[in-house]
């Protein structure tokens, strides 16, 4: 069975630095993209990075790019996703999402629960 | 930026009515399109992916279709379980998404 959980999750001040992490089984990590996708409260979905399965490309978002950055370690089937400089508009739920990317196809097709950010003094 | 334009913002349907939302994107994506459902509290779960492709295990009564910049999703008879907000991705570009479909009971 596919599993994705997130944590590190929490409360940070305007300005400071949080990462999060999302530890995978189920399925052979270091043969899937994945994704980081967030929810700020009560609104919709928006896709903010993801990364190759070696970690050769990494795409960001423009809202979040030189600010925060996604990373994977296949030997601990883990991603993650380092946040500095957060804004207030950085609060949401974020989700981590196996990326099932192949020739001219890509879905996300499993999510975890979500971290929830919340960036306020 | 891709953008997509959902509508309606919300709905509201009887039990075994057919429900239909749209997803309009700014420029051609051909079938680079994914519908996801998103229950209260809960993650997004992928339905429909290439516009028109049931995920595995997902009821029948849900099918998308469409192509270029135009997308529908429709759930042929409206359940219960169903009640839920729905979103359109495109991946022609990095990904977007729709401003989601909220669908309610009536």
């Known amino acids: 069975e596919v599993q994705l959980v997130e944590s590190g999750g929490g409360l940070v001040q305007p300005g400071g630095s949080l990462r999060l992490s999302c530890a995978a089984s189920?399925?052979?990590?270091?043969?899937?993209?994945m994704s980081w996708v967030r929810q700020a409260p009560g609104k919709g979905l928006e896709w903010v990075a993801n990364?190759?399965?070696?970690?050769?490309?990494?795409y960001y978002v423009d809202s979040v790019k030189g600010r925060f950055t996604i990373s994977r370690d296949n030997a601990k089937n883990s991603l993650y996703l380092q946040m500095n400089s957060l804004r207030a508009e950085d609060t949401a739920v974020y989700y981590c999402?196996?990326?099932?990317?192949?020739?001219?196809?890509?879905?996300?097709?499993?999510w975890g629960q979500g971290t929830l950010v919340t960036v306020s003094s | 930026d891709i953008q997509m334009t959902q509508s309606p913002s919300s709905l509201s349907a009887s039990v075994g009515d057919r429900v239909t939302i749209t997803c309009q994107a700014s420029?051609?994506?051909?079938?680079?399109l994914n519908w996801y459902q998103q229950k209260p509290g809960k993650a997004p779960k992928l339905l429909i992916y290439?516009?028109?492709n049931l995920e595995t295990g997902v009821p029948s009564r849900f099918s998308g279709s469409g192509s270029g910049t135009d997308f529908t999703f429709t759930i042929s008879s409206l359940q219960p379980e169903d009640i839920a907000t729905y979103y359109c991705?495109?991946?022609?570009?990095?990904?977007?998404f729709g401003g989601g479909t909220k669908v309610e009971i009536k």
């Open positions: 999402a196996r990326d099932l990317t192949q020739y001219s196809s890509s879905r996300l097709d499993y």
């Open positions: 189920g399925f052979t990590f270091s043969s899937y993209w």
């Open positions: 990364i190759k399965q070696d970690g050769s490309e990494k």
């Open positions: 420029q051609d994506i051909s079938n680079y």
């Open positions: 290439d516009a028109s």
């Open positions: 991705q495109q991946y022609d570009n990095l990904p977007t």
